[in-house]
């Protein structure tokens, strides 16, 4: 803990390029409540580093020998590691988006974002928020509302809209439950039924499939994100 109760924040960097690593890292450094616990500078290398140091968050770039971050965000979900996973890249591709939040990440920020985004984004990954770019957010929304091919949702349950529209604002799992009066594991629950019903695999990518399929209006969803 810090001298202020505020929990130590445990990271992985990964990244191919060294001086981007420590660029990252200088700056992170700089706050008393993030420690970079170990760096990568390929897939397999953070996928070792992960089963050693298990970190709180892994901040992964998307472009990596070997292993891609795309492919260690699914090997961290296929592990059940409970490890936040942002990506951090200079791709703003939508394809590369839609595929890292396919894989389960729980945020997609750019490289071109300034250090305090970035400390912001990793804090807000480790209290269980979704983090998205914010002109990339407005952006998939757009194209997912335009694209005809979505099926119908299953319909979603008057609880499952509350817990959905609350984790579209931003409120973490223990939010949610005080907010609503329900225990820790009824959200979790709650929250796997909706990613099944949506075929989502994340926050974020449930939360914008929702928006797309008019479920929760968009404007929640950009404060969220």
Known sequence: MTSDNQPIIRILLADDHVVVRAGIRQFLDLNSDLQVVAEASNGQEACEQLKQTTPDVAVLD????????????????????PVGILVLTAYDDDPYVQAVLRAGA??????????????????????GKSVLDAA???RLIVKLTQQEEIAPAESLTDRELQILSLAAKGYTNKAI?????????????????????????????????AVSLGLIPANIAEEGL
């Open 177 to 209: 439950a005080v907010q609503l009066g329900i225990s820790d594991r009824t959200v979790q629950n709650h929250l796997a039924n909706i990613f099944q019903k949506l075929n989502a695999q994340s926050r974020t990518e449930a939360v914008m499939r």
């Open 106 to 127: 729980n945020g997609y920020i750019l490289k071109t974002a300034d250090p305090q985004e970035i400390i912001q984004a990793i804090r807000d990954v480790f209290h």
């Open 62 to 81: 998307i472009q990596m020998p070997i292993m891609s971050g795309i492919e260690v965000t699914r090997w961290i979900r296929s592990n059940r590691m």
């Open 136 to 138: 990339l957010a407005q």
